[in-house]
Structures are given as structure tokens and as C-alpha cells.
């Protein structure tokens, strides 16, 4: 199995800046990519960042230039620094990884159990 693991969230005031971490363990063979979506109440999930195995990243429309994903010092590690962060931001934000168990296996996703953050104006 495949366990993610997410940290950093909490409530700020709009313009402040958090740090979110998430750690991957368990059975792999390879992490394809790493990412971060989010689900604000009565919204659907909706992709935020995402960083490749070949570090190259990516960005929903709303978060570019605020957001910054990154791979962390650790194996398996990604982090999300939200810089200039508005009201609208809010939600559970969810760890995602695309990962393969073993040589033979097929990239599948895994989630973290979520971290609110929260924002306020």
C-alpha cells in the first residue's frame, strides 16, 4: 500500500502565505508525479499544481504566480508554498501522487487524507 501524508495547513489572513508538505510511503517502485488539488464546500476537487519525476511543473490558472510547488529535501516529498492567498482560496487541500508499485504494476493515484486551509478576509 501506499500511504500519503499532508501537512502545513491552517488559517491565515488573505495575503499571508502557507506552507504545505506531503510525504509518500509504502510500496514503490516510482512516482511519476506528485500534485495538489483542492475541494472547497459544495465544490467539486479541482487540480492545482503539479510537478513531474523530471521536475517539470504546472499550474491551474488562478494559483500562477502565487503558488509554488517543489520537491522536498526527502524522497517522495513535495511541498506548496501559497504566497498572496485570497478568501477564495479555502478548501481541503488533498496530496496526490501518480505511482507504481512495481516494474510490472500501472501508474495509479493515491490521496492524502487533506489539510484545511483557511483564509481570511
Known amino acids: 500500500q501506499v500511504q500519503l501524508v499532508e501537512s502545513g495547513g491552517g488559517l491565515v489572513q488573505a495575503g499571508g502565505s502557507l506552507r504545505l508538505s506531503c510525504a509518500a510511503s509504502?510500496?514503490?517502485?516510482?512516482?511519476?508525479?506528485m500534485g495538489w488539488y483542492r475541494q472547497a464546500p459544495g465544490k467539486q476537487r479541482e487540480w492545482v499544481a503539479r510537478?513531474?519525476?523530471?521536475?517539470?511543473?504546472s499550474y491551474t490558472d488562478s494559483v500562477k504566480g502565487r503558488f509554488t510547488i517543489s520537491r522536498g529535501n526527502a524522497r517522495y516529498t513535495v511541498s506548496l508554498q501559497m504566497n498572496s492567498l485570497k478568501p477564495e482560496d479555502s478548501a481541503v487541500y488533498y496530496c496526490n501522487a501518480e505511482v507504481r508499485r512495481s516494474v510490472v504494476d500501472t501508474s495509479r493515484d493515491y490521496w492524502g487524507p487533506g489539510t484545511q486551509v483557511t483564509v481570511s478576509s
Open positions: 509504502g510500496v514503490i517502485f516510482r512516482v511519476n508525479a
Open positions: 510537478m513531474s519525476n523530471d521536475d517539470n511543473t
